[in-house]
């Protein structure tokens, strides 16, 4: 098997799973293309079926593959349904899913600054891809959102907008970068003058400000999104199982 180390080393599950998410990551396999089977893959990797379905169920898990029935396993695609869905939380009171659609947008090429080096892991002297844009749901401006990229990942971005609604699919389909993770922090805040300039609400009023950083199949930090949300008829919902 490439690259694969004693099994005293790690464990040959591990072993298996870094080569198959290295060889999705370098693009051998593109989003919707389906994998070889897992016969195929056994030999290939010179393990056991059982070593490779264990692992291939784990990647299913994790929303990076798909099964389909009676066709086989598939790279997911971060569709825009489908990110939105995955990531993005908010909701009516009591559970009504609610899908943003892009007010307006201003995208940017320009210097790193303290804070976004430290959340995204930057050099002092690299640059960033900054995205500001108010986000409407049915019609009313109720949320908007700073996002810094950096600009060693998405070489260009800046001259692509209009940006699509949900970024992760353009992320995947343009860069090769697949989201596998968001993580976040949430509180509660209050509006300012340019909240109420930009989205429907007073000054003082109560909003719901999310801190997220997406995180890529390798483990890289691919954006820093600040996103301030009116919360009078919003929640942030989440399942917990």
């Given amino acids: 098997m490439e690259s694969?180390?004693?099994?005293?080393?790690?464990?040959?599950y591990k072993q298996v799973y870094d080569v198959i998410v290295r060889r999705i990551s370098q693009g051998e396999w593109r989003p919707g293309q389906s994998?070889?089977?897992?016969?195929?893959?056994?030999?290939?990797?010179?393990?056991?079926?059982?070593?490779?379905?264990?692992?291939?169920?784990?990647?299913?898990?994790?929303?990076?593959?798909?099964?389909?029935?009676?066709?086989?396993?598939?790279?997911?695609?971060?569709?825009?349904?489908?990110?939105?869905?995955?990531?993005?939380?908010l909701s009516r009171p009591g559970g009504e899913?609610?899908?943003?659609?892009?007010?307006?947008?201003?995208?940017?090429l320009r210097p790193s600054r303290a804070l976004e080096r430290l959340k995204l892991d930057?050099?002092?002297?690299?640059k960033v891809i900054e995205i500001r844009r108010v986000r409407a749901i049915l019609g009313r401006p109720c949320i908007r959102e700073t996002i810094i990229v950096p600009a060693a990942l998405a070489p260009g971005l800046e001259s692509l907008a209009p940006l699509p609604n949900t970024l992760y699919s353009l992320y995947q389909s343009r860069y090769g970068i697949n989201i596998t993770q968001a993580h976040e922090?949430?509180?509660?805040?209050?509006?300012?003058?340019?909240?109420a300039a930009e989205i429907d609400v007073?000054?003082?009023?109560?909003?719901l400000l999310i801190d997220?950083?997406?995180?890529?199949?390798?483990?890289?930090?691919?954006?820093?999104?600040?996103?301030?949300?009116?919360?009078?008829?919003?929640?942030y919902a989440v399942n917990l199982t």
């Fill in 202 to 207: 007073l000054p003082g009023q109560p909003l």
């Fill in 35 to 89: 994998l070889p089977s897992e016969t195929a893959l056994a030999r290939d990797l010179s393990v056991s079926q059982g070593t490779v379905r264990k692992v291939l169920d784990a990647l299913t898990a994790e929303k990076l593959l798909e099964r389909r029935q009676g066709k086989g396993t598939y790279i997911a695609e971060n569709t825009q349904e489908r990110a939105l869905f995955r990531f993005f939380r």
């Fill in 185 to 195: 922090e949430l509180r509660a805040g209050l509006a300012d003058d340019d909240d």
């Fill in 4 to 12: 694969i180390e004693t099994p005293g080393y790690r464990p040959l």
């Fill in 122 to 126: 930057l050099g002092r002297t690299d």
């Fill in 97 to 108: 899913r609610l899908i943003p659609d892009r007010a307006w947008e201003k995208v940017r």
């Fill in 212 to 235: 997220r950083v997406a995180v890529s199949l390798e483990d890289r930090k691919v954006e820093w999104r600040q996103s301030r949300c009116q919360s009078a008829d919003i929640v």
